[in-house]
């Protein structure tokens, strides 16, 4: 028998809706007991059509969303943190050592060149200084972000360049679980090749990952197991 | 950040003026390293809280507990007035929204930030001088105005010297009430980046008032939402602004722009 991994990322019976306040209390039901594990060195792709809550399902694991009720127990420091109840020093440590995300929608942070972005998670678990710059360095080396671009703030930066950013700041980091919502939206073929390199790195290196991917092509070469997340209907139930 | 146990716990906390409850019943722990952000409209009771936590204004009801520097809890208002003051003049530091609060106006700015050190007993001049400098140049201030007087200061330059003579002591708590309130954008911009550079190099505890929601994505690591002297949602700060759940902070966050 092969050995079996115990999953680093358990989601049991996850629910999440909206309530729109400033729309009358309107109810949008997203996710409905949505169960779902994940095991060292696997790719889980999110499949659903546009609107379905993949990005939904992704930002709760991220605790960037509150999910209603279920749990999220994410492998850390050797034992289990729930995101979807962790006090935020808890979630804020998980995020450091644990698990990366790359949005859809990443928002800049303001003023602070490019590799500072990069170097900043790897500075906040301790690497010094001059270590944590080198090896940012490399990763935007890697990500085809030319060099006279590594001192300058993203805002300015294309849609390409500023995921690579992004995507550079997640994988100079090599987190047991990573989240990735559509991380090659904007990048071109040789790119997203790069990407999917990284990718493959990771899942040997025994990362949990869980992607979203438009791209058919990234899809395939990335999946090893399809999940897919199917669309609640809108209820109209209006809050008391 | 992942130290066992917070280094401020408030429970209860209540305080009226006249028929107003302007804070009711808040309670909270802090952790080491973490900053944490309370918003809400004028009036909603920010401030008051930020008076009371500091143990300048006494509460009706309920208990501020801070851990000293030998890892014991101090119930704030139980202290010794003596006590209380050494303490807010070694381990807290105050950054308040009008520079002039914080400020000696008729001293110089090299003075402004040594006698806060003379005041938890520095004596060599030298030292003194030597860690004024430093300080400034870590706010980015032209040391040639070392030797002038605040009033002839911009209010950003102000408020950096503000910030100065507050950290100069290594305090381990601080308190910021609107620390960008009243600058222009460009200056406000350049402040929140010093503020958040050595807010993560110092590993600092604080508590933020702001009514800017883009201040407190940039600054606090979490957030308490505050309407009509309550708390009406606490949460980590992106998860507050990207999924608010009160209605009361969905309000506040549609009718702002991009925070
Ligand atoms: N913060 C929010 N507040 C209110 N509704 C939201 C929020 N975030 C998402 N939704 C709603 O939840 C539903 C699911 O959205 P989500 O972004 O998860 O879809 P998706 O499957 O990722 O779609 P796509 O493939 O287009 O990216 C949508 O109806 C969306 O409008
Ligand atoms: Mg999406």
Redesign the pocket.
């Known amino acids: 028998m092969s050995m079996t991994r115990e999953p680093l990322l358990l989601v049991e019976k996850l629910r999440k809706h ?1 309530t ?1 306040h400033l729309q009358g209390g309107l109810v ?1 039901g ?1 996710l409905d007991d949505v169960d779902l594990a994940v095991a060292p060195g696997e790719c889980v792709v999110l499949a ?10 992704m930002r709760c694991l991220y605790a960037n ?1 509150k999910p209603q009720s279920g749990s999220i127990r994410v492998h850390h420091r050797g034992g289990f943190v729930d995101m979807a109840n962790a006090a935020p020093h808890d979630v804020l440590a998980v995020r450091r050592e644990t698990m990366g995300y790359v949005s ?1 929608f990443r928002r800049v942070i303001p003023r602070v060149p490019a590799r500072e972005i990069v170097a900043e998670p790897l500075r906040a678990v301790g690497v010094p200084g001059p270590e944590a710059l080198a090896r940012a360095e490399a990763m935007l080396a890697r990500l085809n972000i030319p060099p006279r671009l590594w001192g300058l703030p993203p805002a300015t930066f294309s849609g390409g360049e500023q995921q690579r950013v992004n995507l550079a700041r997640c994988f100079v980091m090599a987190y047991p679980v990573l989240l990735l919502d ?1 991380p090659t939206a904007a990048l071109d073929a040789a790119n997203r090749r790069i990407v999917l390199t990284l990718i493959d790195e990771a899942k040997r290196r025994g990362s949990a990952i869980v992607g ?1 991917f ?1 791209d058919e092509e990234v899809r395939d070469a990335a999946a090893t197991r399809t999940f897919t ?1 199917r669309p609640q209907t809108v209820s109209d139930t209006t809050a008391a | 950040m992942s130290a066992a146990e917070p280094i401020l716990s408030v429970r209860g906390l209540s305080r009226r003026f006249g028929a107003i409850a302007a804070v009711r019943e808040v309670s909270f722990d802090l952790w080491p390293g973490e900053v944490m952000g309370v918003v809400g409209e004028s009036g909603s009771g920010k401030t008051t809280l930020l008076h009371l936590v500091s143990g300048s204004l006494r509460p009706d009801a309920g208990t501020v507990l801070f851990r000293d520097r030998q890892g014991a809890m101090q119930d704030i208002q139980a202290m010794s007035e003596p006590a209380r003051r050494m303490l807010a003049r070694t381990d807290w530091g105050i950054v308040h929204q009008n520079p002039r609060d914080g400020l000696r106006m008729n001293v110089s700015a090299g003075a402004n930030v040594g006698e806060r050190l003379m005041a938890v007993g520095a004596r060599h001049y030298g030292n003194i001088r030597g860690a004024a400098e430093d300080w400034l140049a870590r706010v980015e201030m032209d040391l040639g105005r070392i030797d002038d007087l605040p009033r002839t200061f911009s209010g950003g330059m102000q408020q950096r010297l503000q910030i100065a003579r507050t950290l100069v002591t290594h305090p381990r708590l601080v308190f910021m009430d609107e620390p960008t309130g009243g600058l222009d954008v460009s200056v406000q911009a350049r402040l929140l980046d010093l503020i958040r550079n050595l807010v993560a190099v110092l590993g600092l505890s604080a508590i933020i008032v702001t009514h800017d929601l883009a201040v407190t994505r940039l600054l606090a690591h979490r957030l308490m939402v505050m309407q009509r002297g309550q708390v009406v949602e606490t949460g980590l700060t992106d998860q507050v602004l ?2 608010p759940q009160h209605p009361y902070t969905q309000l506040l966050v549609s009718s702002v722009l991009a925070a």
């Open positions: 909206f729109l949008l997203v659903g059509p546009s609107g379905a809550g993949k990005s939904t399902l969303y859809q559509e979203i438009h997340v | 990207d999924d």
